[in-house]
């Protein structure tokens, strides 16, 4: 440094003498032109220039030498010194002046910038990243420090002598190749990522970008690139990609195990990635075996054949129970110098230096540990750590839910067994044949391996005596020899189960205290744990039922509670065999009551309460009768006459139940026996009146009456449609409700006679009631007027009148529906206290047909011609209009298919019966009437033909329907069934 200071001084006089020179040499021939301040300042400009590169001494020579110059060249008295002039010594000072103060401020500008030079050459050589420069042959021109520190190479041995693929490692060289032309041609590469090879051969990553230095032809020169150390960011980029292994070996075991396979294979499939996650040499499940002394290894890989699933460690002085009994993950640095335990493997003759093992928990306790084991010496991260914690977590998660569902499928078993026992009770007829099924059905329905049933005998010993058993036994009962006394052979679980009525439950047999007499035995023959259930009969033991299972704390609350149950059913069972015989008794006494009410009620309904008529031209009758018993003493009774009248029995029997009912059908008998009768006597067959019905059948049954102690009420009515009038015999009765279209007046119309039975040799009176069309008649019972609210308040008469008068538009049908609303209101009960009866009748128009015949076929199918012939022929000949012969042809085919009916199921086929047909004509429709002896039918008990099945029959109902506009069925007044089929003479209303 001090040569170069001399040579630059030296350079800076010689700069100063030939500047001076120059300047004099241009200035002097042009003395006359110039003037003196023009002169000065071209000297001072040669000071400033010598004082800004030399420095103040070389300025100070040429400040000397100028003045000098200036002096003798250019003031007056030129080529002179004229130092007395004050000229010069101003010129001089001047000179001087910008001699030092630019030469002070060259030098220190000069300093600083030496220091900043140095500064950046620090900052280039120490920067936090690499830098350095290629020429274009790639070969090191520039290096700083921190590059060369990371390559490990002094300067001497990179600049000038390698080139950067030297440095490259083989993967590299390739992506050099491609880039380092791009960069010369380009101007600039960013972000390319190299390993380079340090002198003692480790590997460094390196980020690089770098820019081209061209000369003034663009031509490459060298590059300019920063290298940055990629070491740690590798380092974090391998821990990332190490956790995220280990989190999707975490999450796919996970998965493993929500697809539920067993519990072995899932245990399998974790030893197998935890060791290859881990490269451990050795992974294993240690179980917790019953007792907590010992573990077995259950899973496990790098083992030998034949340990995995047999080889067992003491608790003690292992790894595995200094883990579960720490409750925290265990890491094993070297095995050689561990001295809390000793790592399985090495208990087991396997070589291991290194190990970390983690506790497998449950909710209830640990199932045991899973560790990992190195041959070599290694340091478990904290990320290996969790996750092996994590996948112990998985597998105790599933474990649980394994148990979880071992023990929904015993109590599911058990709830098989307590539901297929209870149909087994229901079921039972003999005890001992119970006790055999129950015992038989725990075990093959709830899978346990031995179930017995035990009785308490009170004999000195208070054996318990086995009545019933099933399952594996090789005489285990036989020499159980168990009492419920309190000794040794009562103290066992079934003794103080009925010595103290408490269930008892023996979650493991091996080591459970109170089984000592009896261990040995009930080992030998697979049983670990058992049960049993006290049998009780009004709260006392009288047995047990006990039940042993293959498998250790078999019998979860859920379970006890469905074996408890089936216990507490069998002990109800058992005491209600010992009374079956007399409950059955009873029963079959009952039963026969049942049927008796049951005939009497189906015998009523027939016999007593028929259908209404619903063939009589200009009549709508609807009836209704509610029984208060299921027999009622109340019936009604309709005969219908040719000559367009109908008669009507209401009548009430005193009393209720079957002894009415038959007294009801009593009473009908004789009257149809005195109508008959009367009938018979009367000249041309003209009806009898009422009264003389009401007489004749009375003194027939009169007397029988009185002796019974028992009377009947009843209105016997005519309803004559030709006379217009209404012949009533009220005899006791409540009379009958009259409401009179034209005005509105609604009545109530009594007679006065006395009920039947009452006094012998009675003479009937009747009373006649004129009516026109739309007039309606009620005949009821007391037990609509009687029928009583909560408060004891009678319905009365008034409400009925008041509800009649209301209602009287309607259809009867609707009529008695209104009325059984209004009184079930009013008592606020659908079962009323006394039999409920009415009967409505609706009096229309008097129709007189346009033309009737009759005739007579027999039950044969060939007949059928004849009732299809006598069908059209009548249609034809109807005066004014006759049937349309599409409604003829539909009327003809409804006949034909009732008559078929009829011959088919009504009289079954038999050939030799008469079926009587019936033709009527009126202005608005025609009617056929099917009159027969055959059985009755009922067609809101047939079902509709399945159109599919094409059965050979089964259509009838179905066309007779759909031919005709109305069809119904009904008992005739000569006690024959009727089929009636209308067909209305237009479409009108169809």
């Given at each position: 440094?001090?040569?170069?200071?001399?040579?630059?001084?030296?350079?800076?006089?010689?700069?100063?003498?030939?500047?001076?020179?120059?300047?004099?040499?241009?200035?002097?021939?042009?003395?006359?032109?110039?003037?003196?301040?023009?002169?000065?300042?071209?000297?001072?400009?040669?000071?400033?220039?010598?004082?800004?590169?030399?420095?103040?001494?070389?300025?100070?020579?040429?400040?000397?030498?100028?003045?000098?110059?200036?002096?003798?060249?250019?003031?007056?008295?030129?080529?002179?010194?004229?130092?007395?002039?004050?000229?010069?010594?101003?010129?001089?000072?001047?000179?001087?002046?910008?001699?030092?103060?630019?030469?002070?401020?060259?030098?220190?500008?000069?300093?600083?910038?030496?220091?900043?030079?140095?500064?950046?050459?620090?900052?280039?050589?120490?920067?936090?990243?690499?830098?350095?420069?290629?020429?274009?042959?790639?070969?090191?021109?520039?290096?700083?420090?921190?590059?060369?520190?990371?390559?490990?190479?002094?300067?001497?041995?990179?600049?000038?002598?390698?080139?950067?693929?030297?440095?490259?490692?083989?993967?590299?060289?390739?992506?050099?190749?491609?880039?380092?032309?791009?960069?010369?041609?380009?101007?600039?590469?960013?972000?390319?990522?190299?390993?380079?090879?340090?002198?003692?051969?480790?590997?460094?990553?390196?980020?690089?970008?770098?820019?081209?230095?061209?000369?003034?032809?663009?031509?490459?020169?060298?590059?300019?690139?920063?290298?940055?150390?990629?070491?740690?960011?590798?380092?974090?980029?391998?821990?990332?990609?190490?956790?995220?292994?280990?989190?999707?070996?975490?999450?796919?075991?996970?998965?493993?195990?929500?697809?539920?396979?067993?519990?072995?294979?899932?245990?399998?499939?974790?030893?197998?990635?935890?060791?290859?996650?881990?490269?451990?040499?050795?992974?294993?499940?240690?179980?917790?075996?019953?007792?907590?002394?010992?573990?077995?290894?259950?899973?496990?890989?790098?083992?030998?054949?034949?340990?995995?699933?047999?080889?067992?460690?003491?608790?003690?002085g292992s790894q595995a129970g200094y883990t579960?009994?720490?409750?925290?993950?265990?890491?094993?640095?070297?095995?050689?110098?561990?001295?809390?335990?000793?790592?399985?493997?090495?208990?087991?003759?396997?070589?291991?230096?290194?190990?970390?093992?983690?506790?497998?928990?449950?909710?209830?306790?640990?199932?045991?540990?899973?560790?990992?084991?190195?041959?070599?010496?290694?340091?478990?991260?904290?990320?290996?750590?969790?996750?092996?914690?994590?996948?112990?977590?998985?597998?105790?998660?599933?474990?649980?839910?394994r148990r979880d569902e071992e023990r929904l499928?015993?109590?599911?078993?058990?709830?098989?067994?307590?539901?297929?026992?209870?149909?087994?009770?229901?079921?039972?007829?003999?005890?001992?044949?119970?006790?055999?099924?129950?015992?038989?059905?725990?075990?093959?329905?709830?899978?346990?391996?031995?179930?017995?049933?035990?009785?308490?005998?009170?004999?000195?010993?208070?054996?318990?005596?086995?009545?019933?058993?099933?399952?594996?036994?090789?005489?285990?009962?036989?020499?159980?020899?168990?009492?419920?006394?309190?000794?040794?052979?009562?103290?066992?679980?079934?003794?103080?189960?009925?010595?103290?009525?408490?269930?008892?439950?023996?979650?493991?047999?091996?080591?459970?205290?109170?089984?000592?007499?009896?261990?040995?035995?009930?080992?030998?023959?697979?049983?670990?744990?058992?049960?049993?259930?006290?049998?009780?009969?009004?709260?006392?033991?009288?047995?047990?039922?006990?039940?042993?299972?293959?498998?250790?704390?078999?019998?979860?609350?859920?379970?006890?509670?469905?074996?408890?149950?089936?216990?507490?059913?069998?002990?109800?069972?058992?005491?209600?065999?010992?009374?079956?015989?007399?409950?059955?008794?009873?029963?079959?006494?009952?039963?026969?009551?049942?049927?008796?009410?049951?005939?009497?009620?189906?015998?009523?309904?027939?016999?007593?309460?028929?259908?209404?008529?619903?063939?009589?031209?200009?009549?709508?009758?609807?009836?209704?009768?509610?029984?208060?018993?299921?027999?009622?003493?109340?019936?009604?009774?309709?005969?219908?006459?040719?000559?367009?009248?109908?008669?009507?029995?209401?009548?009430?029997?005193?009393?209720?139940?079957?002894?009415?009912?038959?007294?009801?059908?009593?009473?009908?008998?004789?009257?149809?026996?005195?109508l008959c009768h009367l009938m018979a006597l009367?000249?041309?067959?003209?009806?009898?009146?009422?009264?003389?019905?009401?007489?004749?059948?009375?003194?027939?049954?009169?007397?029988?009456?009185?002796?019974?102690?028992?009377?009947?009420?009843?209105?016997?009515?005519?309803?004559?449609?030709?006379?217009?009038?209404?012949?009533?015999?009220?005899?006791?009765?409540?009379?009958?409700?009259?409401?009179?279209?034209?005005?509105?007046?609604?009545?109530?119309?009594?007679?006065?006679?006395?009920?039947?039975?009452?006094?012998?040799?009675?003479?009937?009176?009747?009373?006649?009631?004129?009516?026109?069309?739309?007039?309606?008649?009620?005949?009821?019972?007391?037990?609509?007027?009687?029928?009583?609210?909560?408060?004891?308040?009678?319905?009365?008469?008034?409400?009925?009148?008041?509800?009649?008068?209301?209602?009287?538009?309607?259809?009867?049908?609707?009529?008695?529906?209104?009325?059984?609303?209004?009184?079930?209101?009013?008592?606020?009960?659908?079962?009323?206290?006394?039999?409920?009866?009415?009967?409505?009748?609706?009096?229309?128009?008097?129709?007189?047909?346009?033309?009737?015949?009759?005739?007579?076929?027999?039950?044969?199918?060939?007949?059928?011609?004849?009732?299809?012939?006598?069908?059209?022929?009548?249609?034809?000949?109807?005066?004014?209009?006759?049937?349309?012969?599409?409604?003829?042809?539909?009327?003809?085919?409804?006949?034909?298919?009732?008559?078929?009916?009829?011959?088919?199921?009504?009289?079954?086929?038999?050939?030799?019966?008469?079926?009587?047909?019936?033709?009527?004509?009126?202005?608005?429709?025609?009617?056929?009437?099917?009159?027969?002896?055959?059985?009755?039918?009922?067609?809101?008990?047939?079902?509709?033909?399945?159109?599919?099945?094409?059965?050979?029959?089964?259509?009838?109902?179905?066309?007779?329907?759909?031919?005709?506009?109305?069809?119904?069925?009904?008992?005739?007044?000569?006690?024959?069934?009727?089929?009636?089929?209308?067909?209305?003479?237009?479409?009108?209303?169809?």
């Open positions: 440094m001090p040569i170069d200071i001399r040579q630059a001084r030296g350079a800076g006089y010689w700069a100063a003498i030939l500047g001076i020179a120059a300047a004099t040499t241009a200035l002097a021939p042009l003395h006359g032109t110039l003037n003196n301040t023009t002169v000065a300042l071209a000297y001072l400009l040669v000071v400033l220039f010598v004082a800004a590169v030399w420095g103040s001494r070389p300025a100070m020579a040429a400040s000397v030498l100028g003045v000098l110059c200036f002096n003798f060249f250019f003031l007056p008295p030129i080529y002179s010194f004229t130092i007395e002039d004050s000229q010069n010594w101003v010129a001089l000072t001047a000179f001087l002046v910008t001699a030092l103060t630019a030469g002070h401020l060259s030098d220190r500008i000069r300093r600083r910038a030496a220091v900043t030079a140095e500064e950046i050459r620090d900052l280039y050589n120490h920067a936090p990243c690499g830098y350095h420069s290629l020429d274009k042959n790639g070969v090191f021109v520039r290096i700083n420090d921190t590059e060369l520190e990371w390559l490990g190479y002094a300067r001497e041995e990179v600049i000038g002598k390698l080139k950067f693929p030297d440095l490259l490692a083989p993967g590299s060289l390739g992506a050099f190749e491609h880039e380092f032309p791009q960069l010369k041609t380009g101007g600039a590469v960013r972000d390319i990522q190299f390993d380079l090879v340090r002198k003692d051969g480790a590997v460094l990553p390196v980020l690089l970008s770098a820019t081209a230095i061209t000369d003034s032809d663009g031509n490459y020169v060298m590059s300019r690139s920063v290298v940055y150390d990629m070491s740690e960011r590798k380092r974090a980029e391998d821990q990332v990609r190490r956790l995220a292994l280990l989190q999707s070996e975490t999450a796919g075991l996970g998965q493993a195990a929500l697809r539920g396979p067993p519990l072995q294979e899932l245990l399998n499939t974790a030893v197998t990635r935890v060791a290859l996650a881990l490269g451990v040499d050795y992974c294993n499940v240690a179980e917790l075996l019953p007792g907590g002394d010992e573990f077995l290894l259950r899973a496990g890989v790098g083992w030998k054949d034949g340990v995995v699933g047999r080889a067992t460690v003491k608790s003690s579960v009994l720490s409750e925290h993950p265990v890491i094993v640095e070297d095995a050689a110098t561990e001295a809390r335990f000793v790592p399985m493997p090495r208990q087991l003759g396997e070589d291991v230096v290194s190990a970390i093992s983690v506790v497998i928990s449950t909710v209830e306790g640990p199932y045991g540990a899973l560790g990992a084991h190195s041959r070599q010496r290694r340091t478990f991260t904290q990320d290996e750590v969790n996750f092996l914690q994590a996948v112990a977590n998985v597998l105790g998660m599933a474990i649980e839910r499928a015993r109590a599911n078993r058990a709830h098989r067994a307590l539901s297929t026992s209870n149909q087994a009770l229901v079921r039972a007829a003999e005890e001992s044949t119970l006790l055999r099924q129950i015992c038989r059905i725990i075990v093959d329905q709830a899978g346990y391996r031995l179930c017995w049933v035990g009785y308490a005998e009170q004999d000195a010993a208070r054996t318990v005596r086995p009545v019933a058993q099933a399952g594996f036994d090789e005489g285990y009962l036989e020499l159980a020899n168990i009492s419920w006394a309190d000794s040794e052979r009562g103290r066992g679980p079934t003794g103080t189960c009925i010595r103290t009525c408490q269930t008892q439950i023996t979650k493991n047999i091996a080591a459970d205290p109170r089984l000592a007499p009896w261990r040995a035995e009930a080992l030998r023959r697979g049983y670990a744990s058992s049960i049993a259930i006290p049998l009780t009969a009004e709260g006392k033991p009288f047995g047990a039922l006990t039940i042993y299972s293959a498998e250790s704390n078999a019998f979860g609350d859920e379970e006890v509670g469905l074996l408890t149950e089936l216990a507490g059913d069998l002990g109800y069972g058992i005491v209600s065999l010992r009374t079956q015989v007399e409950r059955k008794r009873a029963e079959a006494e009952e039963a026969a009551r049942e049927r008796e009410v049951a005939i009497g009620f189906k015998i009523q309904r027939m016999l007593l309460l028929p259908e209404p008529p619903r063939d009589v031209p200009g009549l709508r009758v609807a009836a209704l009768s509610i029984p208060s018993h299921r027999i009622a003493g109340d019936f009604y009774e309709f005969f219908t006459h040719q000559d367009q009248s109908l008669d009507v029995i209401v009548a009430d029997v005193m009393g209720k139940g079957i002894p009415a009912a038959l007294l009801g059908a009593a009473t009908k008998s004789h009257f149809m026996e005195a009367s000249p041309a067959g003209a009806l009898p009146e009422p009264r003389e019905v009401v007489t004749l059948a009375h003194a027939d049954m009169g007397e029988h009456l009185i002796e019974l102690e028992s009377f009947v009420t009843l209105c016997y009515a005519r309803v004559d449609l030709i006379r217009r009038r209404l012949d009533l015999v009220d005899c006791g009765h409540t009379g009958v409700v009259h409401v009179r279209n034209g005005t509105g007046l609604c009545e109530l119309v009594h007679g006065d006679n006395l009920p039947l039975g009452i006094r012998e040799g009675e003479i009937y009176d009747q009373i006649t009631i004129p009516f026109e069309a739309g007039d309606v008649f009620l005949f009821f019972s007391d037990g609509i007027t009687e029928a009583s609210n909560d408060t004891g308040e009678l319905f009365g008469a008034d409400r009925l009148l008041g509800c009649v008068r209301t209602n009287a538009k309607l259809a009867p049908e609707a009529l008695i529906g209104a009325i059984r609303a209004a009184v079930v209101g009013f008592t606020g009960s659908d079962q009323p206290d006394d039999d409920l009866t009415c009967v409505a009748i609706e009096v229309g128009e008097r129709q007189r047909p346009l033309m009737r015949q009759e005739m007579e076929i027999r039950s044969d199918l060939q007949d059928l011609g004849l009732a299809r012939e006598f069908v059209r022929s009548f249609c034809c000949a109807i005066p004014g209009s006759p049937l349309d012969q599409d409604r003829a042809a539909e009327l003809e085919l409804a006949v034909n298919e009732a008559a078929s009916n009829v011959m088919k199921h009504a009289y079954h086929g038999r050939t030799d019966q008469r079926i009587h047909l019936e033709a009527e004509a009126f202005p608005d429709q025609v009617t056929v009437r099917l009159h027969h002896l055959g059985d009755s039918f009922d067609p809101a008990a047939a079902a509709p033909p399945a159109i599919e099945a094409l059965p050979e029959s089964g259509f009838g109902l179905y066309l007779i329907t759909r031919s005709v506009d109305e069809v119904r069925y009904y008992r005739d007044e000569r006690g024959g069934n009727c089929i009636a089929l209308i067909k209305r003479r237009s479409s009108q209303g169809a």
